[in-house]
């Protein structure tokens, strides 16, 4: 049985203090050049709430390393064999944040962007190959595989449209390792519109703890599914029962990978 594109090309993630787990999440990967670059929600990386810099945690407890389940995908047309690997990474170089984020002018934006630099990636891959013994070409599997990546996120959603967010909530994956659940719902306001002042539109969506990070899928008028943007958590606190979530525009995820390493579009566009 084949897997979906979108199911598999989310990635698990865990925050860690030390060796002390301290929350679950969602992610996803781009490449921007020949550079895989992991995508999640900033208040994942800094422990505070985007709003408020409040601590998430009662304990005042913040991460200072994540480890990320990389999806792997055959480098073949078909992309028929999937799988996945855990990398764990420091959260700080020389005493500074490893992410880039995008500042708005109301503040930085609840998403930020890893990237993983030169040889890593098919290092990462040797490695795998050789723990499970699987020939073939291999590659990280990133949101953008696919010619019609850049222009497709670029394209005016409507309001009212099938809205899908890909994460792991509550840490719970669909059956299998490292597969998201796929939570729908519909886009609640007008995607053209910018929500409180932010680059963000709402869905009317059951997102739950876990799912911070995780790729947002809309249906368009022809039935194809695109991506969307990034979730990073519902407007109101979970018991108040509220379904509405925030999803960070695509586009603004481009300007922040453009902005950070110098490339104008993915180099398969």
């Not at 947002?216 to 108040?240: A, C, N, P, T, W």
């Not at 999803?247 to 922040?256: G, Q, R």
Request: one cysteine or more; charged letters at 25%; a neutral charge.
């Amino acid at each position: 049985m084949g897997v979906n594109f979108f199911t598999g090309r989310a990635a698990f993630t865990q925050f860690i203090l030390g060796t002390i787990p301290l929350a679950v999440g969602s992610g996803f990967f781009v490449r921007w050049g020949e550079t895989p670059v992991f995508v999640t929600a900033r208040h994942n990386l800094t422990g505070r709430h985007w709003l408020t810099d409040d601590t998430l945690r009662e304990d005042g407890r913040t991460p200072d390393r994540i480890s990320i389940n990389v999806p792997i995908v055959e480098d073949t047309p078909s992309g028929a064999r999937f799988g996945f690997q855990e990398v764990i990474v420091e959260l700080e170089q020389d005493y500074k944040p490893i992410w880039k984020e995008l500042l708005h002018r109301q503040g930085p934006c609840d998403f930020a962007a890893i990237p993983f630099y030169g040889t890593w990636e098919p290092a990462f891959i040797e490695r795998w190959k050789a723990r499970h013994s699987i020939d073939g070409s291999f590659k990280i599997a990133c949101m953008n595989d696919g010619d019609d990546w850049f222009d497709s996120v670029q394209r005016q959603l409507k309001v009212s449209a099938q809205a899908f967010v890909l994460g792991f909530p509550f840490g719970i994956a669909a059956g299998a390792p490292n597969r998201p659940i796929w939570r729908g719902g519909n886009v609640a306001t007008e995607p053209a519109g910018d929500f409180d002042g932010w680059p963000i539109f709402l869905v009317d969506a059951s997102g739950r703890k876990g799912m911070s990070g995780a790729p947002v899928v809309v249906r368009d008028d022809s039935g194809l599914l695109r991506f969307s943007g990034i979730y990073s958590g519902r407007i109101r606190k979970e018991e108040d029962n509220s379904e509405l979530g925030y999803v960070w525009k695509a586009p603004k995820i481009l300007e922040l990978l453009s902005k950070a390493y110098g490339v104008q579009k993915p180099p398969n566009n």
